[in-house]
């Protein structure tokens, strides 16, 4: 086990290198601006999403997946480039890029009302003027630890620490057989493989690690993993930021019946308007996930624009109740160093996106074949 363990943080230092070679080089040859000026050419704008936003000694202790979370240091320095290079816009007054300006469109939006949207994330947008929508929970508010994944990795964590490791991933496969999960498996891989559960084999995997006690030994970050109260989300709506719906519960949509899904549609936007006092008007989808029939209940719920998991750019063409978002953490944007990385940005959420987007065959701005002159990007980009 020492060795397999060994062996997977080379093969994944080894990738890491081998991605910010990939981004340098992209960058040196001109295909990051030729991405922007694809989507400055169809008038396009991008929306990023992020969902927590945490100081390094906070950093260190959340059970979040690393896939979530972002540096305070590091969304300072992405705010003050996107003020100084970007225009940022609201949500309740959609812009799109012009051809003739060499600044693109961007929208912020952020997941799930973490406290530290409103601890700090949103100090830093108040000092750029910079606009952002918050989605909301509305029977998650205000509570520590309110969703799975933080429970799995702490119950993970404990296991670890107990070393029973392998009786954790065991009971996992018991759950929803799952023979590829490893013994060394990552935070963020078993949060991808609960995500297949249904709410059924989810509850019942939740059952099963409580009755082991994985997490009585666990002092779990209950104040870094909490979302925000009603009265942080009233005082961040006076100060400018936009709040949407991201249901209830926070259920994915494609695993529970559509009668479920519509009563989380409704309810959560008539909770919003009533705690708020203003229109909720914007929705998320849970893990992006979506279906004809769910696009058709979100629009005939009341709101005017829904937010999807897909790649792509928001163009003209770009159906409201199906708008792809870029999601964006730490480890995306920041070179070797740890440190915020313009090319690191420009290649996830410019040259990326529209790769991902025409391999999808998606609606919006692509590269033309002589606009992607690098080739084929490596596993590790």
Known sequence: MILSTTARRLVSRLRSLLRHLWVYALHMSGALARAKNRIRADEGAVVLTLHRVLPDRERKTTLSPPGMVMSEQTFASMVRYLAAEHRV???????????????????????DGWVDNARY?????????????????????????????????????????????????????ECAPLSEIKVTAQPDELVEVVKQFSVRQRNLLFERLEQLGFRKKLDNAAGTDSTMSWEDARRL?????????????????????????????????????????????????????????????????????????????????????????????EGAITNLRGQFSKPHFEYVVFWKTLRDAQKASLPGPVFKKNELKAGRSPRAA
């Open 89 to 111: 816009f609201p949500l309740d007054a959609p812009r799109k890029s012009v051809r003739t300006d060499q600044r693109i469109a961007i929208a912020l939006t952020f997941d």
């Open 121 to 173: 994330a949103q100090p830093i947008l108040v000092r750029h003027a910079m606009p952002a929508a918050i989605f909301l929970c509305p029977e998650k508010m205000g509570k520590s630890l309110p969703f799975w994944p933080e429970k799995l990795l702490a119950s993970f964590r404990g296991a670890i620490r107990l070393r029973r490791e392998r009786e954790f991933l065991d009971v996992i496969r």
């Open 237 to 329: 709506s006076e100060s400018g930021l936009l709040l949407g719906s991201h249901t209830l519960h926070h259920e994915i949509l494609t695993q529970i019946p559509l009668e479920e899904t519509s009563e989380e549609l409704i309810e959560s936007r008539r909770r919003l308007n009533l705690e708020i006092g203003q229109r909720c008007f914007a929705f998320a989808y849970p893990n992006g996930d979506w279906s004809p029939e769910i696009r058709e209940l979100t629009a005939s719920a009341g709101y005017a624009m829904a937010f999807a998991k897909q790649p792509g750019v928001w163009t003209a063409q770009t159906d409201l109740f199906t708008v792809p978002r870029i999601g964006l953490w």
